[in-house]
């Protein structure tokens, strides 16, 4: 259990700081941009559009080099019964899925489930997956789990 925690940390580690890196990259070449477009006093409309397109992922949370990802259910905060649930969510076809450590493969339409068992109170779920061009995605969750007594 602890492997599986360092290793789910440590994955979350390095797509923080893929993130970081390809934040800056966005960024830096927005502001040149915006400086190039400030010397000459025009606005492409190609310029306009890449913006429309990167401003699209920025709000679905996802980056030039990101994978969307959705946990479908449980949702986020819920409250649950029972210590076994299982998770269901999409991305793309045959990306890798990891779940708190547990590994699966999205479907050909890019649904994934995993079985996970909950301990009493509340439960972090964390969610990153990979395709072979090396996009990553991730998405976050706490499920609540509440004993029937």
């Known amino acids: 259990m602890k492997n599986t925690m360092m290793v789910s940390i440590s994955i979350f580690i390095l797509l923080m700081i893929a993130i970081g890196i390809g934040g800056f990259i966005v960024f830096n070449k927005r502001l040149a941009e915006s400086k190039l ?25 996802v980056g030039e080099n990101s994978l969307q990802l959705q ?35 999205a479907d050909v339409n890019g649904d994934f489930s995993v079985s996970l068992t909950l301990e009493e109170g509340d439960n972090p779920i964390m969610a990153v997956a990979n395709d072979q061009e090396g996009n990553v995605g991730e998405a976050e969750i706490t499920v609540y789990y509440e004993t029937a007594e």
């Open 37 to 61: 477009n400030k010397e000459s006093g025009e606005i492409s409309t190609e310029r306009n559009i890449q913006a429309d397109v990167l401003e699209s992922k920025e709000k679905m949370n």
């Open 71 to 105: 946990i479908i259910s449980p949702s986020d905060q819920s409250t649950v019964t029972s210590a076994y649930i299982t998770l269901r969510g999409k991305t793309i076809s045959g990306a890798e899925v990891f779940i708190n450590g547990k590994e699966t493969i």
